[in-house]
């Protein structure tokens, strides 16, 4: 079974999108040792989650060329919906109660 530093799966990890397989694939070894790797090194797991988020700021930027440049509605309403809640845009938001105690309030009358 192969050894590796925390530092070689790191290294692996550039440009493999937070995907474990791919990392592996690069390393030569199994998935789960990868995923092994991520548990047992925090900075590895570091690592991954920053290779994913890579790919959200990549896929956040394409979705405001959209919104912007191309003046695509459905991107248009998906970009004001979960990034300008602070000014007011989006889904309004429903009261959090616990609706199985109103039915059982409503029940117990």
Same mark, same amino acid.
């Given at each position: 079974? $192969?050894?590796?530093? /925390? @530092?070689?799966? *790191?290294?692996?990890?550039?440009? +493999?999108?937070?995907?474990?397989?791919?990392? @592996?694939?690069? &390393?030569?070894?199994?998935?789960?040792?990868?995923?092994?790797?991520?548990?047992?090194? $925090?900075?590895?797991?570091?690592?991954?989650? /920053? +290779?994913?988020?890579?790919? *959200?700021? &990549? &896929?956040? *930027?394409?979705?405001?060329?959209?919104?912007?440049?191309?003046?695509?509605?459905? @991107? &248009?309403?998906?970009?004001?919906?979960?990034?300008?809640?602070?000014?007011?845009?989006? =889904?309004? =938001?429903? $009261? +959090?109660?616990?609706?199985?105690?109103?039915?059982?309030? *409503?029940?117990?009358?």
């Amino acid at each position: 079974m $192969p050894r590796f530093t /925390a @530092a070689e799966i *790191i290294e692996a990890c550039e440009g +493999s999108r937070g995907v474990l397989a791919v990392v @592996a694939r690069k &390393l030569g070894c199994d998935r789960d040792t990868v995923d092994r790797a991520r548990h047992r090194w $925090p900075e590895v797991a570091r690592a991954l989650v /920053a +290779s994913k988020e890579h790919v *959200i700021d &990549l &896929l956040e *930027i394409k979705m405001y060329d959209k919104a912007i440049k191309d003046g695509d509605i459905t @991107a &248009l309403k998906y970009m004001l919906n979960t990034h300008g809640k602070s000014r007011g845009y989006g =889904q309004k =938001q429903e $009261p +959090s109660e616990d609706v199985t105690e109103i039915i059982v309030d *409503i029940g117990g009358e």
